[in-house]
């Protein structure tokens, strides 16, 4: 009964109050929304490039040592925790290279200067993902290059180039955008 009303409360948007603030929590969790979501934007700006390019290079080059060391370095970067990945990032990127801030900005930064301040808590997430949606579309673009609109295309003379842009890609990145959708939640 309790959790019932809770729960209705929170629908309506009354989170309760704080137990060590003695204030609601609505205000604490609107003002933390806003950073949520720039973090998850910088992580899906940093992810889709990096997981969908390499998995198309794994792909198109199935077998090659560049499809092994993708795949190899996907599933490297997804086995080891985000909290493991994100130490060792803030440890060489933060302080032993000092290419990126180790601390938040200030609350009335800019646009582009919370987003600077935000790469390194984004690279540990895209880094695990990345590897995931790699190997997704790795997959999707073998079996597009294997499906008889390929062999087809190629038949009839199109260069390879236009193979790949006009019938491998688009096939092979339908279940990629699904599999993005769900790991859009995880962020």
């Known amino acids: 009964v309790q959790y019932w009303r809770w729960f209705s409360a929170a629908l309506g948007g009354d989170f309760g109050t704080s137990l060590s603030m003695r204030a609601p929590v609505a205000p604490f969790v609107l003002a933390s929304l806003g950073r949520s979501a720039a973090l998850a934007g910088i992580i ?31 599933v490297s970067f997804g086995i080891v925790p985000d909290f493991v990945s994100g130490l060792l990032l803030l440890l060489v990127f933060g302080l032993w290279l000092n290419w990126l801030p180790i601390t938040g900005a200030a609350p009335g930064a800019g646009f582009w200067t919370s987003g600077y301040y935000l790469i390194l808590p984004a690279l540990p997430l895209v880094l695990n993902l990345a590897g995931y949606l790699a190997r997704m579309t ?15 295309a190629i038949l009839k003379g199109l260069d390879r180039r236009q193979v790949i842009i006009r019938h491998v890609l688009p096939n092979a990145l ?14």
């Open 174 to 187: 339908t279940p990629t955008i699904a599999v993005l959708a769900t790991q859009s939640g995880y962020m």
């Open 138 to 152: 790795r997959a999707g673009v073998i079996e597009a290059l294997a499906a008889d609109y390929t062999r087809t």
């Open 44 to 74: 899906l700006l940093l992810l889709v490039p990096l997981g969908v390019g390499a998995g198309i290079v794994a792909g198109l080059n199935q077998g090659r040592l560049t499809d092994r060391l993708i795949v190899l370095a996907g």
